[in-house]
């Protein structure tokens, strides 16, 4: 599928997800209290985080063997023996972990640990599928499927709470169930046309060359993204998490193009596809001046959305405009940090996450015990910035692009061909 197919559909999929997720979030947030709603924010982090350290490289090994040709059958044969192997790890961890506490979760039993493993493998066989899917550039069904599993969610929830009364452990196991519903139909995608499954212990090394890298690189970025929420729980407790996370959900939608303009691009850069690098330099281009149009909109109707949609969260309004400027810059950053990963991860897609991951920790230890969920904002916002801009720098000079022909939009073909 060609770029901008690609793109067009994956972006209306996108769309439709994120309107339903917001849908999902008002509900979240305006049917739980605002320590539930901290708290669901807090879980969800850990499961994503559990997911990556876990699987992120054979998501990224998949998309790149994938994109090199490997066979399905092999793919899926080795990411369903990992995914059974994993269980049985994690489950032993999770008994062996039932006596302890979670900050947000102070007297967790051994059903929450149990459905904590089971949500982490849930999530690392999705993602797997989804990786294979795009890895092998089809880009219709992997952009179907987060809308199963929104529709899903949401769904559940509306029963979870609007019919049957239920509250935060009911909603942990609808996300979960929903999770798994998109795994197995993920799955079922891959089956036909895989002509049967095999083990391929050499393509699986060769996996975790790439994906460990790759993984790597992910799980400093998500780092950089969320670890604040640990953070704001620590010096101010779960409801501020609350108030923190709805200004994330404006900021997350920000996140949206690039992330949908990144995957399209992804197998086309791994691929070496003719035109790839000046086709990189003008999405990010076009994602930077949508980021200023976001920032725009967000600047004059904001704090209307959020006394229409989140009328318990008015202070989030304030804490989205101090996290504006790196949104703006990290969002065409990530396009260009895309390009790297489909060259198998250099060494700039991990030291510059993880400086700037740094550098968001340091000043979100001194400065919210000061300013409090601003300086939250604020010390998440400077490190968006350094990050976008290290990578942006790079990928620009690999190109042979400089800043003003790349914002003017004058790059030339013969230049960005020839890193």
Same mark, same amino acid.
């Given at each position: ?9 994956? @972006? /209306? ?14 509900? %979240? ?5 605002? /320590? ?5 924010? %807090? ?28 066979? =399905? ?18 489950? @032993? ?54 809308? %199963? ?134 999405? /990010? ?70 400086? #700037?991951?740094?550098?968001?920790? /340091? ?12 300086? #939250? ?5 400077? @490190? ?7 990578? @942006? =720098?790079?990928?620009? =000079? ?22």
């Amino acid at each position: 599928m060609n770029f901008l197919r690609g793109f067009s559909f994956n @972006a /209306a999929c996108t769309g439709l997800t994120f309107v339903l997720g917001f849908a999902n979030q008002w509900l %979240l947030a305006n049917n739980l209290d605002a /320590a539930d709603y901290g708290k669901l924010g %807090l879980w969800t982090t850990t499961a994503m985080l559990g997911a990556l350290v876990f699987g992120e490289w054979l998501n990224k090994g998949n998309v790149y063997a994938a994109g090199k040709g490997a066979g =399905r059958g092999k793919l899926v044969g080795n990411t369903l023996i990992y995914g059974l192997v994993l269980t049985g790890v994690l489950a @032993a961890i999770a008994l062996a972990a039932s006596g302890l506490s979670l900050p947000f979760f102070p007297h967790l039993e051994i059903v929450y640990w149990l459905l904590l493993a089971s949500v982490v493998v849930l999530m690392i066989l999705q993602k797997a599928g989804e990786s294979i899917l795009l890895g092998e550039d089809r880009i219709s069904s992997y952009s179907l499927l987060p809308v %199963l599993f929104v529709l899903c969610y949401l769904g559940s929830n509306l029963l979870v709470l609007k019919v049957w009364g239920g509250g935060l452990a009911q909603v942990l196991v609808v996300w979960t169930a929903s999770v798994g519903i998109v795994a197995l139909t993920g799955f079922a995608l891959l089956l036909r046309g895989a002509g049967g499954l095999k083990v391929d212990r050499e393509l699986w090394w060769q996996m975790l060359r790439v994906g460990g890298r790759g993984g790597g690189s992910v799980i400093l970025v998500f780092l950089l993204f969320r670890s604040d929420l640990y953070l704001v729980e620590h010096f101010m407790g779960a409801a501020q998490v609350g108030v923190y996370r709805v200004a994330g959900i404006f900021a997350e939608m920000m996140q949206r193009l690039p992330n949908v303009a990144g995957a399209v691009l992804l197998p086309k850069v791994i691929q070496a596809q003719e035109g790839e690098g000046l086709l990189s330099l003008r999405v /990010a281009r076009n994602v930077l001046l949508f980021s200023l149009l976001c920032a725009v909109g967000l600047l004059a109707a904001g704090k209307l959305l959020l006394l229409l949609f989140f009328p318990k969260y008015p202070e989030a309004y304030g804490l989205l405009l101090w996290m504006l400027p790196g949104l703006m810059v990290a969002g065409f950053g990530s396009v260009l940090n895309t390009r790297l990963a489909g060259q198998g991860y250099p060494a700039i897609t991990l030291w510059a996450p993880a400086l #700037a991951l740094a550098l968001n920790v /340091a000043l979100n230890l001194a400065l919210i015990p000061v300013m409090g969920l601003t300086g #939250a904002a604020l010390s998440t916002s400077l @490190a968006y910035v350094l990050w976008g801009l290290l990578v @942006a =720098r790079h990928g620009l =000079r690999q190109l042979g692009c400089g800043w003003g022909a790349f914002l003017r939009g004058k790059a030339s073909p013969p230049s960005i061909e020839k890193p």
